[in-house]
């Protein structure tokens, strides 16, 4: 939403930015916090798929502990794939009400947080497709808007 490291949010925690949208999804769902069976949000960046900070934005959003939670780390869409598992839940009768989304911090975390290059198979490097993942994902954002012809203000 914001440029990463520049912007307003960048000091931003991701509980901070998750608990704001997931009180106002509450607030718009008119319903009460207690029935929600199970949240769904995905990450990439934050170590563990920011499955703590997702815990504590929803215990501070006002959702009760008996609420199940998980985080998803589908390394593109992630946000899209929680969305997905939970409407599959309610189709497939597991659960009658939940949230799914996404959050991320660009300006916090980085792709390669979790990666020391130093204990990469050499083969990693031999193998482009394999060391193009240890591209940052601003540069790929880029990299595609260059592709598909995408100005920054369209």
């Known amino acids: 939403m914001t440029r990463a490291k520049k912007g307003p949010q960048r000091n931003t925690p991701l509980e901070a930015m998750l608990k704001v949208v997931l009180a106002d999804a509450i607030k718009k769902a008119k319903i009460p ?7 769904i949000i995905g990450n ?14 929803m215990f501070m959003a006002g959702i009760p502990e008996t609420t199940s939670c998980q985080a998803i780390n589908r390394m593109c ?11 599959n839940g309610i189709k497939a009768g597991d659960i009658s009400i939940g949230i799914g989304g996404g959050v991320e911090s660009m300006s916090n975390f980085d792709m390669m947080g ?10 990693v490097f031999e193998c482009e497709e394999a060391s193009n993942c240890l591209m940052g994902m601003g540069i790929t954002s880029e990299n595609v808007a260059k592709e598909f012809g995408i100005t920054r203000e369209q």
């Open 33 to 39: 916090a207690a029935q929600i069976d199970e949240v």
């Open 44 to 57: 990439v960046l934050a170590p563990g798929s920011a499955a703590a900070q997702i815990r504590m934005a």
């Open 77 to 87: 869409s992630s946000g899209l794939q929680a969305v997905a598992s939970i409407a």
């Open 114 to 123: 979790g990666v020391d290059p130093n204990f990469l198979d050499d083969g």
